[in-house]
Each structure stands twice: as C-alpha cells, then as structure tokens.
C-alpha cells in the first residue's frame, strides 16, 4: 500500500496532507498548487480523498496518455540506467506480446556483463524466444546490426542494452550509435521504440535521467518498475506534467505476471 493512501485512512487535516504528498513524491510547488486550491474552495477533511482526485484530473485534462498498441514489424529498444528493471521487463513484456499473438525475439546487446547475457537467454528459453546475444565486451551495435539481421522475419525485435548513467558520455555515445544503427534498418520496420525503464524509487530525481537520456536519443515511452516497492509514486505526476513522453507500463513485482499499462485514474486511486 501507498505512503498517503495509509495517511488518508487516518483522516488529516489538509495542512498535514500538503506534508504527506511531499513525502509520496510530488513535487513541492505541484502539491502546494493543489491544496491552495482546494483550500480555496473551503473544504471539509472528510472529502479530501476526492478533491485531490478531482483536482488532479482537472490538472491533467489536456494531457494526452500514450496508450501502447502491441504491432507486427516492430522494433523495441530497453534503455536506462543500472539495475532500473530493464531485463526484468524484457521478460515480461515477451509474454504481453505473446499474449497479444505476436512472435517476439530478443537482442542481448548487453555486452558489459556477461550475467546480462545469461538473464536475458534464460527468459529467451522460459519464453521459448528466439535470441542473439553479443560475446562479452563486443560493440553492442555490431550485435544489434546482427540481431536485426537474423530476427527481422519475427513480429517483434526487443534489445536489452547495458545500464548506463545519463551522465556518462562515453555510454550515452555508445547508445547514440546502436541508434543510428537502427536507423539505418528502420525500412524494416513498421515501428520503432526507444523506451526508457526507471525505478520508481529515484523519486523526482527521475526527471534528470529522463531528460540526460533525451539528450542523446529520442525517447517514445517510459516504463516505471519497482512501483511496489516504493513511497515515493507522487513523482510520476511531475514526470508527467514536465514531459511529453507518455508513461506506457508500471512494473509491480519480480514476477512476469507483474506488469500492466499505466492509466492515470488507476495510478491516482493507488496513489490516494
Ligand atoms: N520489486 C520489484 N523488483 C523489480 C522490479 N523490476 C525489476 N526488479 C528487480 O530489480 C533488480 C534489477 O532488475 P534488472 O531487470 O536486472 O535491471 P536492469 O535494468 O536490467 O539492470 P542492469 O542490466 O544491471 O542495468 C532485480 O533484482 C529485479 O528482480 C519490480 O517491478 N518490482
Ligand atoms: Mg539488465
């Protein structure tokens, strides 16, 4: 459960609700807005829950949710920082394509640890996947160049990549490069996504990874692991408010069954 869905139970009175979305995540100058708001409507505790809710819905109107279309002749590509959950969701999200009758196959173009490898070949076999993997320490895009080669009659190609930090230049180039690769075989493809996971725990810290990774490569979706684990799920909505990157998936546990598509009213009534 929730930071503030424990606290709401308890019925607070506003001023330690500006408190508690503080310590959830969001974003001082966001939470400040939102009670000064319903401060201005003169509201009674018992209905706090719901004018948050119903605050936040109003914030958020204009936004456009980006909603994830499983596609044949698509391209996946899993970037972000170390240990954000990025093979994890691999996994998972093979199965949501074989749910959705599509045939995946995946790159291992994680060549920096050869753990990385063996994480990835081991849910290539859960799944019954077909898979190419780099040797250790091999130029992650000569692997890619490869793997589209030999995996371009699949539905889907996903590419496991290294964690990196966004401030590593030499990394980030390597991830330029494994780009421009694709780009050059992007005729092969009906779609291509460059996806960023993050772990819900890095809180608003999320917002310098997200744009240090939107520096180098063009972003089209982000996923949230970890959202089980973590107090600090308010700092999606600033995520949301300050990108045009639509959330598409929450990852909730280890297991691969733990995953579904991010929705906003679903988010805010786990958040509340
Ligand atoms: N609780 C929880 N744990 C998760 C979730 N997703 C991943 N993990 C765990 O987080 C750890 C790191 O996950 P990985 O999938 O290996 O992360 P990664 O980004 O591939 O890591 P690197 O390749 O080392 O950068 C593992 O112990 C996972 O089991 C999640 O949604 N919830
Ligand atoms: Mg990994």
Known sequence: MFFLKKIFQKKLNIEEVED????????????????????????????????????????????????????????MVITGNNG??????????IQYFQQNN???????????????????DHFAN?????????VDKEDPSAVVYRGIEKLIENDVIIIDTSGRQHNNK??????????????????????IKNLLTIDANTGLASKHIISGFQ??????????????SNAKYGALLSIL??????????????????????????YLDRLL
Do not use: C, W
């Open 102 to 120: 599509l045939q995946p196959a995946v790159i291992a173009a994680d060549t920096f640890r050869a753990a990385a490898i063996e994480q990835l």
């Open 20 to 75: 508690l979305l503080y310590e959830s995540g969001v974003e001082p100058k966001f939470a400040e807005i939102i009670v000064s708001k319903i401060k201005d409507k003169g509201s009674k505790e018992d209905d706090l829950r719901k004018l948050i809710k119903s605050e936040l819905l109003e914030e958020f109107k204009e936004k456009k949710f980006g909603n994830f279309t499983p596609q044949t002749k698509s391209l």
């Open 126 to 134: 859960r799944f019954n996947v077909p898979i190419v993997k780099g």
């Open 84 to 93: 954000s959950g990025k093979t994890t969701f691999i996994g998972k999200f």
């Open 170 to 191: 030499n990394l980030m180039g390597e991830l330029q490069k494994i780009n421009s690769i694709i780009n050059k075989k992007s005729n092969y493809f009906l779609e």
């Open 215 to 228: 520096e180098y490569l063009p972003l089209d979706g982000i996923i949230i692991n970890k959202v089980d």
């Open 241 to 266: 408010k300050d990108f045009n990157i639509p959330i598409i998936f929450e990852g909730y546990g280890e297991d691969m069954s733990d995953l579904r598509k991010f929705h906003f009213e679903e």
